[in-house]
């Protein structure tokens, strides 16, 4: 088994918590838990758009995207979009990913875990996860370079800042 490297790329890809069906996504590359590398972010209006699909383009369109290693899903979008919306964002990034969800959500990623061979669900204290393409052990360790203050990681914690004031806006 390999050891992840302090300084890994993962982007961190949050909404901020909006209720809004159109929204602003932001997501913020990490070099580990320390270093933001770069933001991008597009809009999404979760009613009617293949959120997974929009999300997964805007990640490949970037240019941070031949240096990230892991991406971490967060936000209402998980909620309110269709559970399999991590698939998508998988298949189309081909990026081993992690979705948080509150713990009480967890029944959505059951549904989704059930269905593919590469697919973790686990519980922390805080929050439910799953893992596309990742071991609970790695997520682990991806969790290990990127929380560093509290228990949410820093690429999320800092879309979902970021994404927070920007659908803050009044239109």
């Known amino acids: 088994m390999t050891v992840l490297k302090a300084e890994t790329r993962v982007i961190g890809i949050d909404d901020g918590g909006t209720r809004r069906k159109r929204r602003i996504v932001v997501g913020a590359v990490f070099r580990g838990g320390l270093w933001?590398?770069?933001?991008?972010?597009?809009?999404?209006?979760v009613s009617i758009s293949p959120v997974g699909r929009i999300l997964g383009r805007m990640v490949t369109a970037s240019k941070f995207y031949k240096e990230l290693r892991y991406a971490?899903?967060?936000?209402?979008m998980l909620q309110s979009a269709r559970p399999s919306l991590p698939l998508e964002f998988n298949?189309?990034?081909?990026?081993?990913?992690?979705?948080?969800?509150?713990?009480?959500?967890?029944?959505?990623?059951?549904?989704?875990?059930?269905?593919?061979?590469n697919a973790v669900n686990f519980r922390l204290p805080d929050f439910s996860v799953l893992c596309l393409d990742v071991?609970?052990?790695?997520?682990?360790?991806?969790?290990?370079?990127?929380?560093?203050r509290?228990?949410?990681p820093e690429p999320v914690?800092?879309?979902?800042?970021?994404?927070?004031?920007?659908?803050?806006?009044?239109d």
């Open 36 to 45: 933001l590398d770069g933001v991008i972010s597009t809009f999404v209006d």
């Open 72 to 76: 971490i899903l967060h936000g209402s």
């Open 91 to 117: 298949a189309i990034t081909r990026l081993p990913t992690i979705a948080i969800l509150k713990p009480r959500r967890n029944r959505r990623f059951d549904y989704v875990a059930e269905g593919k061979k």
């Open 135 to 148: 071991s609970k052990e790695k997520a682990m360790e991806v969790f290990g370079i990127t929380c560093v």
């Open 150 to 152: 509290g228990g949410m």
């Open 157 to 170: 914690r800092v879309a979902g800042l970021i994404a927070s004031a920007a659908n803050a806006q009044k």
